[in-house]
């Protein structure tokens, strides 16, 4: 019953997402035409409000009522923050998954395997301010080795999750898919006073730390421009049009290599302008590359 309940509530928030304003009829109407209405019969008003109040409660996501226009999202509490937004965004899309089950061979995703085992109990660890025993193992370490890890938050990246989390060593990433085991102990901490995990990745582009920002900027070749501004790189991005169509985007951004990498994924859409540094080790990437491809090289 639960779980029926629960795809209930999923159903609703994406119908009423998807039609951005819909009042109380139109939801019932809707429902009666639903794959997950066995019986067929009409919404009733309280049990929409039961609902209504379990997804508020559950999801973090309020359904409002604007008189005029109908139910709809409340945009204050899902559009300010990336991790609601991205709450609205999965919930929508199982249930599209959900509904169009028959066509599963035809609706392609990219795996994250990393969530599958430790991501709901680092969760768990983190929302009781426990410590965790870790067993992890880096690429480049033969054996695992195992230490206490105060949870701090979680990222996701680039189809993996990731830790930042405290220990003896300092604070400390660590990707999930290379965890070989975990445990949640007994013991509580405290993250520091002050201490804001958006803030703490602000000035960087993944889960590379450590370097400090500066003024970047690149230039767009003019047919990858709306790429960039519908997807942009960072919170930070601002766009300069250039007379030829081309588009010069700024960024305080650190400089870390796996930002270098995205700009060296774009190929010869993407020129680094500055600072001189970053283009100087750009260009030296790029001159390996063709080095390792037996092209000539010329600078």
């Known amino acids: 019953m ?14 009423i997402n998807r039609r951005k304003y819909v009042s109380f009829k139109e939801i019932s109407e809707a429902w009666m035409r639903s794959p997950l209405n066995e019986t067929g019969d009409p919404l009733s008003e309280r049990t929409f409000f039961n609902h209504k109040d379990a997804i ?42 959900h509904e169009n089950a028959d066509m599963k061979d035809r609706i392609l995703m990219e795996k994250v395997p990393s969530s599958e085992r430790f991501l709901t109990d ?8 426990r ?21 701090y938050c979680v990222k996701y990246f680039k189809q993996r999750w990731y830790l930042l989390g405290d220990s003896d060593l300092g604070l400390r990433i660590y990707s999930l898919d290379r965890f070989v085991d975990m445990e949640e102990l007994e013991e509580h901490f405290e993250i520091p006073k002050g201490f804001d995990a958006e803030e703490y990745f602000g000035n960087y582009f993944g889960v590379i730390i450590g370097e400090e920002p500066e003024d970047v900027k690149i230039r767009v070749v003019p047919d990858q421009v709306k790429y960039f501004r519908t997807l942009p790189m960072h919170g930070s991005q601002r766009e300069t049009v250039q007379e030829d ?30 600072p001189a540094e970053l283009r100087e080790s750009v260009a030296d990437i790029i001159a390996g590359m063709a080095s390792r491809y037996g092209l000539p090289v010329s600078r």
């Open 131 to 151: 410590v965790i025993s870790l067993c992890y193992q880096g690429f480049r370490h033969p054996e695992p080795f195992c230490f206490n890890v105060r949870p």
């Open 2 to 15: 639960a779980k029926n309940f629960f795809k209930r509530y999923i159903w609703l928030v994406d119908l």
């Open 122 to 129: 680092i969760i768990s660890a983190m929302r009781d301010f």
């Open 245 to 274: 169509g081309s588009s010069v985007f700024s960024y305080h951004i650190a400089p870390t290599l796996d930002f270098v990498q995205e700009i060296l994924s774009h190929g010869a859409d993407v020129e680094v302008l500055e």
């Open 56 to 97: 508020a409660g559950m999801f973090g996501i309020e359904i409002l009522n604007d008189r005029s226009l109908g139910f709809y999202i409340g945009r204050s509490d899902v559009g300010s923050d990336e991790t609601s937004d991205w709450m609205l965004h999965t919930l929508c899309l199982n249930n599209v998954l």
